[in-house]
């Protein structure tokens, strides 16, 4: 099965659930790709990957689409700004915020910038990355804040880094889905999968 996945997921969900999906289906043979959204979707129309796992809301035409989980975020600011001292955020505490974010064509950009609306942060235009390490540094060298996905944090990509996380309220998640052609015949075993991925994922967080 040749699988892809964006890079705001990629790395901190597959690591955690390759191993128990191989050790359940040890004739099953995994091959990976990591792309932006688009990337993935021009791969798997033309055949190239079999399913995707990637973030709505985006707009992705005629695929078929399992929704695995909800994927909310924090923010992530220095220790010793005074935003890290309040124990929940709403969206007029970060209205018109600056925030650093991920470069364009990345789909995490447009979620996070629309995770409150209207009234929402803004994008510092003076700084885009292309990861979420990168973006952790920053902020740990008190070059501004930014919004980091649930999913990450859980993995742990914020430990040890120097940084704050404070949890937003309202904030509207984006929703994580595996996605394949509506004609492949492999329709029943990318399901099947799907709900490993959401087991495991699930037992994790317990």
Sequence with gaps: MHLGAIPTLAPYLLPRVVPAIRDDYPDLRLFFREATTD?????LRAGRLDAILIALPYEVGDVEVQFLFADGYQLAV?????IARKQILRGPDIADMHLMLLARGHCLQRHALSAFE??????????????LPTLIAMVAEGLGATLLPQVAIDAGVADGQGV???PLDGACPR????????????ATEFRRLGDELVRIRDGFRR
């Design 39 to 43: 990337d993935l979707l021009e791969d």
């Design 78 to 82: 220095r220790p010793d700004d005074p």
């Design 118 to 131: 209207p009234g929402g942060p803004v994008q510092d235009r003076s700084f885009e990355a292309t990861s």
């Design 164 to 166: 704050a996380l404070v």
């Design 175 to 186: 929703r994580m889905v595996l996605a394949w052609r509506k004609a492949s015949p492999r």
